[in-house]
């Protein structure tokens, strides 16, 4: 279908036509690479190195393009926390407050969001509080008053975070605990952060970004000059899985339990994952912490943004198996993400208990509100607005809770700021298997409603709630809140 027909039919039927279509499950645009695709399951997996602080409690990080070698024979060149994509991996202790040190050598303003975070307003990457390029320098704040869970970072500039992460900025950050400490959970080499995204590559190795042409330079709310070509409003996907930065990769496990930690950090993709030949992930953590006890799951859906701490069992497969995983809504190369091949028997002293956590209970909550994300003629949009910066959709109250009412019209990853939640709801019903515990980012699916109880905890000051589709997220589907 050529754009133009494929505009018309969007603009004409939207959401809706799509899901009769039976392409209810796309969430974006496939943009193809030009360049012959790399052999899945044969680069290693590679495993993030982990920030070392210069002094205890201060971390400096230098964001800076550099050359890498992604699909073997040939080079990209990528923007990264430390030169590298991704970015070093934070081991964090809750309370353990620290500074993060941000240097700015790209030729592009940054902002740095540790998502997940409950962060005081001014480190929290607000779109416009900007690190300014050619060496500018920012100190983040992170206190850590939070639970155990699987963070990550990523940039968050006005109008260009879908260009600004899809070239590499981004890196996971893992809080840990006393009461995570305590449990028998698989550990060290068996536990695995696994950052999931997906990239497009022209013919030379490098990133391909549907850019407009003389687009990408005006930001800061120039939405007629957007970061994105128009023809991939719904979002920009690639044909090329990447975990850790890595194209299909391959990871040798010993037949023993495994903790993963995923996370969906693709600009628009959806996945539903699966372990082939069959097997199931045991879930012990949601995106802000452990849940209270673990649930099962044979396939788990993941929206950008979203996290999920599993336990697979490689005991339950014969030595020498391949045990893939796939992404069930993706045909062709993409349906493949990694391969582990079970290499050997090897002792296991670890395990899954009953009990895992005693996480935050439900507080009653004093009031209800309504966010509607849609699309409009030249944005996405929130209660009918494009992103308005300074203008606040909601004044909750620190220390209190309240239900937000989530609706959409497309598949929109809702994120909001500083505040976790538990899915109340969906279309009135009660929510999926895959949304137990608490949160910070929830599939809302086309003609969906979803209910959240957000508590609003840590400190007053300016945060947003926003789509985490970085495509919609550069075009305005941002909004404030303040918290009072
Ligand atoms: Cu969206």
């Known amino acids: ?20 279509a039976g392409c209810a499950e796309l969430s974006g645009e496939l943009l193809r690479s030009r360049l012959t695709l790399p052999r899945p399951f044969t680069v290693p997996l590679p495993i993030p190195e982990v920030a070392r602080p210069v002094r205890p409690g201060r971390y ?60 005081p307003p001014g480190s929290d990457g607000y779109p416009t509080d900007l690190v300014t390029p050619g060496g500018g320098a920012k100190d983040y ?78 930001g800061m709310g120039g939405h007629a000059h957007a970061a994105v070509d128009g023809d991939y409003m719904e979002g920009v996907e690639g044909d090329v899985i990447l975990v850790n930065g890595a194209p299909w990769p391959v990871a040798e496990v010993t037949a023993t339990r495994y903790r993963l930690r995923l996370l969906n950090a693709s600009n628009a993709r959806r996945y539903r994952l699966r372990l082939a030949p069959g097997g199931r992930f045991t879930q012990i953590g949601s995106d802000s912490g452990l849940l209270a006890a673990p649930v099962a799951h044979d396939e788990l859906p993941m929206a950008p943004g979203e996290r999920y701490d599993v336990v697979v069992d490689f005991s339950a497969y014969p030595v020498g198996s391949a045990v ?32 895992l956590s005693r996480p935050p209970g439900r507080v009653a909550p004093v ?14 949009t929130i209660n009918g607005h494009p992103y308005r910066p300074g203008v606040p959709l909601a004044r909750p109250r620190l220390g209190t809770a309240e239900v937000w009412r989530l609706s959409s019209d497309f598949h929109h990853p809702v994120h909001v700021h500083l505040a976790h939640f538990l899915v109340l709801a969906r279309n009135g019903r009660a929510p999926a298997a895959a949304d137990a515990g608490w949160k910070d980012t929830v599939d809302v699916r086309p003609y969906e409603v979803v209910d959240v109880l957000a508590r609003f905890e840590g400190y007053r000051g300016r945060y947003m709630l926003h789509c985490h589709n970085l495509e919609h997220e550069d075009m305005a589907m941002m909004a404030d809140f303040e918290v009072i």
């Open 367 to 380: 009031t209800t509100r309504r966010f509607d994300f849609r699309r409009s003629e030249r944005a996405w």
């Open 1 to 20: 279908m050529s754009a133009l027909t494929r505009r018309g039919f969007l603009g004409v039927l939207g959401g809706a036509g799509l899901a009769a």
């Open 141 to 218: 704040d992170y206190p850590l008053e939070q639970r155990a869970a699987t963070l990550w970072y990523h940039d968050h500039r006005m109008d260009f975070t879908g260009p600004q992460v899809w070239r590499g900025l981004a890196g996971m950050a893992l809080v840990r605990d006393e009461e995570e400490d305590a449990l028998p959970l698989p550990k060290g080499e068996r536990e695995l952060p696994l950052m999931i995204c997906d990239r497009a590559f022209d013919e030379d190795g490098s990133f391909r970004y549907p850019s407009p042409p003389g687009g990408g330079h005006m």
């Open 60 to 119: 400096e990080v230098t964001q800076r393009a550099a050359r890498v070698e992604i699909v073997p024979g040939t080079t990209t060149e990528i923007w990264g926390y430390g030169g590298t994509f991704p970015g070093p991996t934070f081991d964090l202790r809750r309370g353990s407050r620290v500074t993060v040190g941000v240097r700015n050598e790209l030729g592009v303003p940054t902002s740095t969001h540790l998502h997940g975070g409950v962060t």
């Open 324 to 355: 893939t995983l796939v992404n069930t809504l993706a045909g062709g190369p993409a349906r493949n993400v990694m391969r582990f091949v079970v290499a050997r028997r090897a002792a296991d002293d670890s395990a899954v208990p009953a009990v």
